[in-house]
């Protein structure tokens, strides 16, 4: 999906890595969920030195449960990511313009469509993870 050579859940995450790096851990992870439990799967399954790469919010009140000792002594960088840490009025622009022009595909990552009026029924899709995206019709 987009380039990832992987995407998979924290169970699958020892199997991949054997298969993938020997054993010896991921350069990148990517944490999407928001979950203290993936940032903690991501940051195991990442080799000393490598790159966590934090893109889910999850909450205000969710602690990583990183130590200082282990932060420090395995030199891994966690790095957070808001949109990419780019301006969004830009770059939503810029995908839309992609998309318009064929470029990408955003459908395929497009779970759900619904109505305005069920707009509880997409809040709802969202805090189950039911749904990846839902794209609310506003017609």
Known sequence: MFGATEAI????????????????GF????EA????GTLRAAYDA???????????????TDESG?????LVLNEKAVLPSSYGGDNVRRT???IIDLWRAGRIDLDSV????????????AIRQM?????????????
């Open 110 to 121: 497009i779970t759900h469509h619904v109505p305005l009026t069920d707009i509880n029924e």
């Open 46 to 60: 990442t080799r000393p030195g490598g790159t966590v790469c934090l893109v889910g919010a999850g909450s205000r």
């Open 66 to 70: 990183l130590s200082m000792a282990e």
């Open 33 to 36: 969920v928001g979950k203290p």
């Open 27 to 30: 350069d990148y992870a990517f």
């Open 9 to 24: 859940t924290p169970e699958e995450l020892a199997e991949v890595s054997e298969r993938v790096t020997g054993g010896s």
């Open 92 to 94: 939503f622009a810029e």
């Open 127 to 139: 805090h189950t993870g039911e749904a990846l995206r839902t794209v609310i019709d506003i017609v």
